[in-house]
């Protein structure tokens, strides 16, 4: 699998969800600088991580969503490239207007950083595909950005065409309907706040953010 991992101002967890990706595939991603208009040849697999793109001014992920990269980002989606976007990366996903919905403050306007239930609510995608539905399962979460909301209407779309991912099972930041992860409408482009790559090996205290790698890379390959 060729894949890239995006890298904005501020990002600071695109290291780990490099490694997390070279350990699974066994093959180091292209690490790609915001400011290129252009994704390697070949590219099947997108990456935006964690961290603070452009220090969170103005609202979280809104300045690196309109970065130059984002517009070959966008062209890749829409050509059924997977793009996984992991917290920041959500926030930029919803700010480009790949995914709907926004990520707001949390409710308890705390910064939260724990290890967070998750119910899988749809198993069927290429990043879930490891998963059961219904199964229950740990990631760590580290936002202060991390409620989404969206309308009444785009929340009864999402629940009706298979488009939430992921719940939470424990009150974390307030999120309408305990939404933690969504897909968009092509099911290619996964925007989630919970770091799968921070639970990939025991010694991260357990390893099910890992099979959303290892299914993902099935898909793909």
Not at 132 to 141: A, F, H, L, N, T
Request: glycine residues 12%.
């Amino acid at each position: 699998m060729k894949s890239a991992v995006l890298v904005f101002p501020g990002s600071n967890c695109d290291r780990d969800l490099a490694v997390a990706i070279e350990q699974v595939t066994g093959r180091a991603p292209a690490m790609v600088w915001h400011r290129t208009n252009e994704l390697p040849d070949g590219t099947d697999f997108i990456a935006i991580p964690g961290g603070f793109s452009y220090g969170d001014y103005l609202r979280s992920g809104a300045m690196a969503a309109r970065s130059p990269i984002m517009g070959a980002v966008a062209v890749a989606a829409n050509r059924g490239v997977p793009v996984l976007g992991i917290c920041n990366g959500f926030q930029v996903l919803t700010e480009a207007g790949l995914l709907p919905g926004a990520l707001m403050r949390n409710a308890g306007l705390h910064f939260v950083c724990r290890s967070v239930g998750l119910k899988v609510e749809n198993s069927q995608s290429i990043f879930t595909s490891a998963y059961k539905s219904g199964e229950d399962i740990s990631i760590p979460v580290a936002h202060h950005d991390g409620n989404f909301q969206a309308d009444a209407d785009t929340l009864d779309r999402l629940e009706g065409e298979g488009r939430v991912a992921f719940r939470y099972t424990d009150q974390v930041n307030g999120s309408a309907r305990a939404i933690a992860g969504i897909l968009n409408g092509q099911g290619n482009v996964l925007g989630m706040m919970p770091h799968p790559e921070r639970a990939l090996e025991t010694a991260h205290g357990n390893t099910d953010g890992r099979r959303l790698f290892e299914g993902l890379l099935e898909a793909v390959s």
